[in-house]
């Protein structure tokens, strides 16, 4: 039997030492911890490794939970890693703290024991008003563009970006967006101790400054694969929407999408070259209708935003002479000759109107300086033919 050198009744302490215990994602160890509490859980399931089984009734269907867990209680002591989370200046939040990022409560059993933070703590208020902003690592020239645009002016409205710290699309959205001064969140696939990948650490620092590094991991993780797929589930459920800039056919940035959508949250996609593999997976999520098409800020907070507070603008082309016009002004327009002027009857013939409404029509394009008289005949006004 294991013998804890914490005090494993201490609420803040087991939780963490569920974050040790149990991978990202694990709905069974959340599904327990939520029916005992994180003490409960935890003497639950040092009760199962000594063989006293005192909750037999649970032992059956959480056999294979016990298994993965029991091997990870030998020299668990989840104050080593707080110490290690106070000297970089960082904070624990639990599922009860009124800093806690609400979203997250979306996703059940599998949302994470607690949250290992440098920054702002407060993810409730930082993460208000949010979008991801995802993408490929192998990013090109114009989707990074695209993501500097987006993020600036993303910032320009309010809204926190959060990614996920990587190399590429990720990478410029955390740039982008504090190079507008706005606030950034960086979700983690390890722990918060060393930023990753490595070639970033400047950038998660100044990330860590201005908004928030997150982890669902203690410190001392180490990131791999399927901690990438866990971490993605939270940068979908923590924000508003999520938009993914560029993404292959087979890419962690579709995850995101993807589990967004799961959750019900607006997914919007950035169209890119049909011949650019990039892309792909974006024009992918276009077609099965799990993403809309943005290709600015206003319309990504269209989509993350309040109703009837963030709806984009119409976009206008330039104006043209028929603009507002009604059928018969058109027609009529229409029918007079580029250069030359056209007789009162030739206009009738030509137009296919009647004599009343061409008449109608001719004073209201006189009105608006399309037509002039030129004795009996009509001809377009001679500003607009230049």
């Given at each position: 039997m294991s013998v804890l050198a914490f005090d494993a009744d201490d609420p803040l302490l087991a939780t963490a030492a569920w974050s040790r215990l149990a991978e990202p994602g694990d709905e069974t160890a959340g599904a327990l911890v939520a029916h005992l509490g994180a003490p409960g859980a935890l003497a639950w399931l040092l009760d199962q490794q000594s063989g006293e089984s005192a909750r037999a009734d649970l032992a059956r269907p959480l056999k294979a939970g016990v298994a993965r867990w029991s091997p990870r209680l030998e020299g668990l002591d989840p104050r080593r890693e707080l110490g290690v989370l106070e000297r970089t200046g960082g904070t624990l939040l639990l599922p009860d703290d009124e800093r806690?990022?609400?979203?997250?409560?979306?996703?059940?059993?599998?949302?994470?024991?607690?949250?290992?933070?440098?920054?702002?703590?407060?993810?409730?208020?930082?993460?208000?008003?949010?979008?991801?902003?995802?993408?490929?690592?192998?990013?090109?020239?114009?989707?990074?563009?695209?993501?500097?645009?987006?993020?600036?002016?993303?910032?320009?409205?309010?809204?926190?970006?959060?990614?996920?710290?990587?190399?590429?699309?990720?990478?410029?959205?955390?740039?982008?967006?504090?190079?507008?001064?706005?606030?950034?969140?960086?979700?983690?696939?390890?722990?918060?101790?060393?930023?990753?990948?490595?070639?970033?650490?400047?950038?998660?620092?100044?990330?860590?400054?201005?908004?928030?590094?997150?982890?669902?991991?203690?410190?001392?993780?180490?990131?791999?694969?399927?901690?990438?797929?866990?971490?993605?589930?939270?940068?979908?459920?923590?924000?508003?929407?999520?938009?993914?800039?560029?993404?292959?056919?087979r890419s962690g940035a579709l995850s995101t999408a993807r589990r967004a959508a799961d959750l019900l949250r607006p997914v919007g996609a950035v169209p890119g070259p049909v011949t650019s593999m990039a892309s792909g997976g974006c024009h992918q999520l276009l077609r099965d209708g799990v993403a809309t098409c943005v290709t600015d800020a206003a319309e990504v907070a269209e989509l993350a935003g309040a109703v009837g507070v963030d709806a984009a603008t119409p976009p206008t082309g330039e104006s043209a002479d028929v603009d507002g016009l009604d059928e018969a002004g058109r027609a009529v327009l229409d029918a007079l000759p580029a250069r030359a002027s056209a007789e009162l009857s030739s206009l009738v013939r030509v137009a296919g109107r009647s004599l009343p409404e061409v008449l109608g029509a001719l004073g209201m394009l006189e009105l608006r300086g399309l037509v002039e008289a030129d004795g009996a005949r009509w001809r377009r006004a001679r500003a607009r033919r230049r």
């Amino acid at each position: 039997m294991s013998v804890l050198a914490f005090d494993a009744d201490d609420p803040l302490l087991a939780t963490a030492a569920w974050s040790r215990l149990a991978e990202p994602g694990d709905e069974t160890a959340g599904a327990l911890v939520a029916h005992l509490g994180a003490p409960g859980a935890l003497a639950w399931l040092l009760d199962q490794q000594s063989g006293e089984s005192a909750r037999a009734d649970l032992a059956r269907p959480l056999k294979a939970g016990v298994a993965r867990w029991s091997p990870r209680l030998e020299g668990l002591d989840p104050r080593r890693e707080l110490g290690v989370l106070e000297r970089t200046g960082g904070t624990l939040l639990l599922p009860d703290d009124e800093r806690w990022p609400r979203g997250l409560d979306a996703l059940g059993a599998g949302a994470p024991f607690a949250l290992w933070v440098r920054g702002d703590a407060d993810l409730a208020a930082v993460c208000r008003r949010s979008v991801a902003v995802v993408g490929a690592r192998a990013s090109t020239s114009y989707g990074e563009h695209v993501t500097a645009q987006l993020a600036s002016g993303l910032a320009d409205r309010g809204f926190t970006v959060v990614s996920g710290g990587a190399y590429g699309i990720d990478a410029v959205a955390h740039r982008g967006t504090l190079l507008a001064g706005g606030s950034t969140v960086a979700v983690m696939a390890g722990g918060v101790d060393r930023f990753y990948p490595q070639g970033n650490h400047d950038l998660l620092r100044r990330v860590a400054e201005a908004g928030a590094v997150v982890a669902e991991v203690p410190p001392g993780s180490s990131p791999f694969r399927q901690r990438f797929l866990a971490r993605n589930r939270l940068i979908a459920a923590m924000t508003a929407a999520t938009v993914v800039v560029e993404a292959a056919w087979r890419s962690g940035a579709l995850s995101t999408a993807r589990r967004a959508a799961d959750l019900l949250r607006p997914v919007g996609a950035v169209p890119g070259p049909v011949t650019s593999m990039a892309s792909g997976g974006c024009h992918q999520l276009l077609r099965d209708g799990v993403a809309t098409c943005v290709t600015d800020a206003a319309e990504v907070a269209e989509l993350a935003g309040a109703v009837g507070v963030d709806a984009a603008t119409p976009p206008t082309g330039e104006s043209a002479d028929v603009d507002g016009l009604d059928e018969a002004g058109r027609a009529v327009l229409d029918a007079l000759p580029a250069r030359a002027s056209a007789e009162l009857s030739s206009l009738v013939r030509v137009a296919g109107r009647s004599l009343p409404e061409v008449l109608g029509a001719l004073g209201m394009l006189e009105l608006r300086g399309l037509v002039e008289a030129d004795g009996a005949r009509w001809r377009r006004a001679r500003a607009r033919r230049r």
